[in-house]
């Protein structure tokens, strides 16, 4: 129990960030609309980035961009005094892939309600076995 | 359907609240992620590059294949949602115009229309908004300040948090500012689509442009380093000019991108009406 | 690092995130959606993430959340669940 305890405690940013996940993940699978979907969709995407930007981060550092006087550091570096930039960038490309997504997603939903005058996924599964 | 949900649901959170027990702290410094490879990334980003934002310098220079299929993924969705909803032959509708001298608007059915050329008369949308002074008056004031903001976040990506896609997509909210204030028809009118199409497959050309000038003058593709060779500045500050061409290569795209998305989406591809 | 502010901030984002797939409006869930991203954003300035924060913003809560205006305005507004 005590065991439990401390693990809860101390790691209780990661359980929060699976919840948010878990919630992005009912919204997928158990809506029925199609906008509902997407956005249970987004909810996961950006939990998942956040997830991987709090791994990069360090108690007590800085922002990753260096200070420096003229065009080189007149200092040694202390790499465990900024935060780590890798999982930024990485994420940067996963948020323009995300937006992109969401875009055609978007226009997908315009181009169902078009033809189905509905945006529910039973009533479309009717009408497509209707027609 | 909400049960199986809800069963899926809590089994994978269960085994994934389990896989925390072995992650290390939260903020440790000491963590394998921040151990291996981006040490050596903050300590000779700055004599390698001259760029202060190692985020600018890894995206563009070190890690700037990703970056180009990123570009390459944003354009695709732009060609996607053009090709989805686009339709060029409009069916016949009743039109809505509004006498400017006098205010008196006229419905107009089965699809005559009055010409364009005479000025005494605007189209109007069907759900029709009434025109605001003050919305339209500081839109429009407001366009010109945003791409100025816009530009310097795209220039100052190297000294501070910015970049090429942030200035893009900035720059594209500020023609989206103008199609919501006005109208459809007078944010297409300044930027048309024709040219947005242009600018799209622009911005990746120049991004794949500044690889393959490195391949042609000797080096590998997208290694910035050998521009030092036309270019009269050292080697450093070539890499920085590289990834500065880059950023506005980015940028172009991701502009071009974001509008072509909000016309095809607002106006369900007929490009006449819109939000 | 302060904790309280961290755990304050990732009860909002939760709640947002509850809230904006339980509304029953679509035009609600594109607001609640935006101010969810935002809470986002805010979360990575803490954690000195500028650049991902920065474009957070700018993508998230600014063009992402017109698109789902402009869509919800040529669809539906009301939904069933």
Redesign the interface.
Same mark, same amino acid.
């Given at each position: 129990m005590e065991f439990f305890l401390t693990?809860l405690v101390?790691?209780?940013? =990661?359980?929060?960030y #699976? #919840?948010?996940?878990?919630?992005?993940?009912?919204?997928m699978?158990?809506?029925?609309?199609l906008?509902?979907k997407l !956005?249970?969709m987004?909810?996961f995407q950006?939990a998942i980035?956040?997830f991987y @930007? %709090?791994?990069? %981060?360090?108690?007590?550092?800085?922002? /990753?961009?260096? *200070?420096?006087s003229g065009?080189?550091?007149g200092h040694a570096?202390d /790499? &465990?005094h900024? !935060?780590? /930039?890798?999982?930024?960038?990485l994420?940067?490309?996963a #948020? @323009? @892939?995300s !937006? %992109?997504? =969401?875009? !055609?997603a978007? &226009?997908?939903? @315009?181009?169902i309600?078009?033809r189905y005058k509905?945006? *529910?996924e039973d009533e479309i599964l009717t009408r497509i076995r209707e027609s | 359907m909400k049960k199986l949900a809800l069963i899926i649901v809590i089994l994978s959170g269960a085994l994934l609240l389990y896989a925390t027990k072995d992650f290390p702290p939260w903020g440790d410094p000491t963590s394998p992620a921040s151990v291996h490879v981006s040490p050596r990334y903050l300590e000779k980003s700055l004599e390698e590059t001259h760029v202060p934002n190692v985020v600018t310098s890894i995206l563009a220079d070190y890690r700037g294949y990703d970056t180009m299929f990123e570009t390459t993924v944003i354009f695709c969705a732009g060609v996607a949602c053009f090709m989805l909803l686009r339709k060029f032959e409009v069916e016949q509708r009743d039109l809505y115009y509004r006498h400017i001298p006098t205010g008196i608007t006229i419905h107009i059915k089965g699809g005559k229309e009055i010409p364009s050329t005479s000025g005494e008369f605007e189209k109007i949308d069907t759900i029709w908004t009434p025109y605001d002074f003050i919305i339209n008056t500081v839109s429009r004031f407001l366009v010109p300040f945003i791409q100025l903001f816009a530009l310097y976040v795209i220039a100052h990506g190297h000294h501070s948090p910015g970049g090429g896609f942030q200035g893009g997509v900035i720059l594209g909210a500020s023609i989206i500012v103008l199609a919501i204030g006005f109208n459809l028809r007078t944010a297409v009118k300044r930027f048309g689509e024709k040219i947005d199409g242009i600018m799209s497959a622009l911005g990746v050309f120049i991004y794949s442009g500044v690889g393959a000038l490195c391949v042609l003058l000797g080096g590998q593709f997208l290694n910035y380093g050998v521009i030092a060779k036309v270019l009269p500045v050292g080697k450093a500050m070539a890499r920085s000019h590289g990834i500065l061409g880059v950023e506005i290569g980015v940028g172009i795209s991701v502009m071009a991108v974001m509008v072509c998305i909000y016309n095809n989406v607002a106006s369900e591809g007929k490009y006449d009406e819109g939000l | 690092m302060i904790w309280q502010l961290d755990l304050a901030i990732l009860t909002l984002v939760i709640v947002c995130a509850i809230a904006a797939i339980s509304v029953k409006d679509l035009l609600g869930t594109a607001i609640l959606f935006g101010a969810y991203s935002f809470m986002m954003c805010l979360l990575w300035s803490i954690m000195a993430a500028v650049d991902v924060a920065f474009t957070e913003a700018s993508v998230g809560a600014g063009v992402s959340t017109v698109f789902f205006v402009a869509a919800v305005f040529r669809t539906t507004r009301r939904t069933k669940d």
């Open positions: 693990h101390a790691k209780y940013n =990661f359980w929060l #699976i #919840i948010l996940m878990m919630i992005g993940l009912y919204a699978i158990a809506k029925n609309n906008i509902k !956005v249970g987004n909810i950006t980035i956040l @930007v %709090s791994i990069g %981060s360090k108690k007590g550092a800085t922002i /990753p961009i260096i *200070e420096h065009k080189t550091v570096l /790499p &465990a900024y !935060v780590n /930039p890798l999982p930024h960038v994420m940067l490309t #948020i @323009v @892939v !937006v %992109s997504t =969401f875009g !055609v978007l &226009a997908l939903a @315009v181009k309600y078009q509905t945006l *529910e | - | -």
